[in-house]
């Protein structure tokens, strides 16, 4: 699989459960003229997150899809890639996005997600927000960062795009970590989409290759 080339905006499906904060830096980033995207579909998993309030400030699309309110993960799922059909999206970006979905054929490799730790450390199921910095902190490494991988039907699983280090101090916080990782989040997640909009992700079998 190599990611299209696009000569018009990237168009994102953008899955929260919290905050909202990948979003607003998405935004911010296209406001300043370095993301060229639309934003057709907002998706939050929970009613009362505080993203929800974001996405509609910035008179954005924003559609409530509770995974408690299906049956199995499955019906969670189509009713999710089912918005992102009618929506036209190019690429669904999960962005704190908690609940587990399983991707349709249509849309493999056209889901990406970032995770706060360079997998495989610190990942997988329970792994999320700021226990993730916690349990860094209480290992003990000198290094952690973030990851932008394409989802598959496992936590924090499919074929990794890129990944950027951060130093972590002996008297680091997980709040600190947390902070340090975030400014590295807000600078990988946009280049990546950058490149997948030029064409440049290649996956051959489980690796990446990215094109000069």
Do not use: W
């Not at 696009?6 to 296209?30: C, E």
């Amino acid at each position: 699989m190599t990611s299209p080339v696009l000569n018009r905006p990237l168009k994102l499906a953008v899955l929260i459960s919290g905050g909202g904060t990948t979003l607003t830096n998405f935004l911010a980033q296209k406001a300043a003229g370095q993301l060229d995207i639309e934003v057709p579909l907002v998706i939050a998993s929970r009613p009362g997150c505080g993203g929800i309030a974001k996405a509609e400030a910035a008179g954005l699309n924003c559609e409530v899809i509770a995974r408690r309110d299906f049956e199995n993960i499955e019906a969670f799922s189509h009713a999710i890639f089912e918005r992102c059909r009618a929506c036209e999206v190019d690429l669904v970006t999960l962005a704190g996005f908690l609940s587990l979905i399983h991707i349709p054929e249509d849309f493999l490799y056209r889901v990406m997600n970032i995770h706060p730790a360079l997998i495989p450390s610190f990942c997988g199921h329970g792994y999320y927000g700021h226990k993730v910095h916690e349990a860094v902190v209480s290992r003990g490494v000198k290094v952690s960062g973030c990851t932008v991988h394409f989802a598959d039907n496992e936590y924090d699983h499919g074929p990794i795009i890129a990944q950027s280090a951060v130093p972590v101090k002996g008297t680091d916080s997980p709040d600190d970590v947390a902070a340090r990782v975030f400014e590295a989040e807000c600078e990988l997640y946009p280049e990546v989409l950058r490149l997948y909009a030029a064409g440049k992700i290649k996956v051959v079998e489980r690796r990446t290759v990215i094109a000069d």
